[in-house]
């Protein structure tokens, strides 16, 4: 006697990785969802209907009402580290995990960071576009960094991103201090000396931000904190674009406030071609990169997949957002 058991249905909401959708079509009914903008919302709301799992993207907002649209969903995976399109008060309070993806991508983010660091200090992508105009070797002065040497970066969120980033600052010379909500207790094995969040931003030459988006930390970085720190201070970004007011960035780069940011998330993200950011000099953004690694990506597309599949099963997904709503 055969018994036929229809496979769990799967809703895909933006773009993945191919990977992702060969290993769950496997063992599941897939639909998929690239662009969700148009008539494609309405169609995804139906989907989600009778949708047992959801593998959201940042481009997907999960909402409470959305929730409310897909009363058979049991879980819901993102590859990504943080979440903060996904309410998670809603989802716990429907028993609804949600799986990330930490850790896999620390050593692919620090890089970004650092590299942020590096290229603005040394002016890197303003020497490139010096050689591409041809002023190389026609008298014109090409543009001149400073020295990473004997200067202090203060990382905001002394996380585990925040730690690989120090070791590759510590071997060019820099100095480390940090500001954590808790101060870690392997300050020595890290080599960082705590501090407060005032006196990070009056003593750094370089200021990590390395925060996850929460209602404490939106807009952490405005007006009055610019104005705490250097005017030759350097500001690198490479945790999540709202931590930032963009507004009170831009006034602080025009007047000379800092002399530098150096960015990998933007408020708004995309960042407009327009947008009044972009029309100065003293500024270095790149279009969210920090994971964007053929080795990185793959990693986390797979544990993507393995926290859906785990939670269509009812077990413990491997990487959980909201613990208490964990099987």
């Not at 049991?74 to 809603?90: C, E, F, H, R, T």
């Not at 002065?141 to 040497?149: A, C, Q, V």
Request: charged share 20%; hydrophobic share 45%.
């Amino acid at each position: 006697m055969v018994i036929n058991k229809t496979k769990p249905s799967v809703v895909i909401a933006g773009r993945v990785l191919p990977v992702v959708r060969e290993h769950l079509e496997a063992t599941t009914s897939v639909t998929q969802f690239e662009d969700l903008s148009g008539s494609n919302t309405q169609l995804l709301e139906k989907a989600l209907q009778t949708a047992e799992g959801l593998l959201a993207t940042a481009s997907l907002t999960v909402t409470a009402d959305l929730l409310d649209k897909a009363p058979q969903l049991k879980v819901i995976s993102q590859p990504s580290v943080g979440v903060d399109n996904i309410d998670l008060a809603a989802c716990s309070a429907r028993k609804i995990p949600v799986g990330h993806t930490p850790g896999v991508l620390v050593e692919a983010t620090a890089d970004i960071a650092f590299g942020l660091l590096l290229s603005a200090a040394r002016r890197i992508p303003e020497s490139w576009n010096f050689v591409c105009s041809g002023a190389w070797g026609q008298g014109q002065s090409f543009p001149f960094g400073i020295d990473l040497y004997g200067k202090t970066l203060g990382i905001v969120g002394l996380g585990s991103i925040g730690v690989a980033v120090a070791k590759r600052a510590q071997a060019s010379g820099l100095k480390i201090i940090y500001h954590n909500r808790h101060r870690r207790k392997d300050e020595d094995t890290v080599k960082a000396t705590y501090v407060t969040f005032d006196e990070l931003l009056a003593q750094s030459d370089f200021v990590l931000v390395m925060l996850p988006l929460t209602k404490e930390s939106t807009h952490l970085f405005s007006a009055q904190q610019f104005a705490k720190m250097k005017r030759t201070a350097y500001l690198i970004n490479a945790a999540r674009g709202k931590v930032v007011d963009s507004d009170a960035l831009y006034n602080a780069l025009k007047a000379g406030e800092i002399a530098f940011a150096a960015m990998d998330v933007t408020d708004p993200e995309p960042l407009p071609a327009d947008h009044k950011l972009l029309t100065l000099k003293n500024i270095l953004v790149t279009p969210h990169i920090g994971s964007a690694t053929h080795e990185t990506r793959d990693v986390m597309a797979r544990l993507a997949v393995k926290n859906l599949l785990e939670g269509l099963k009812g077990q413990t997904l491997p990487a959980c957002a909201n613990k208490e709503a964990n099987f």
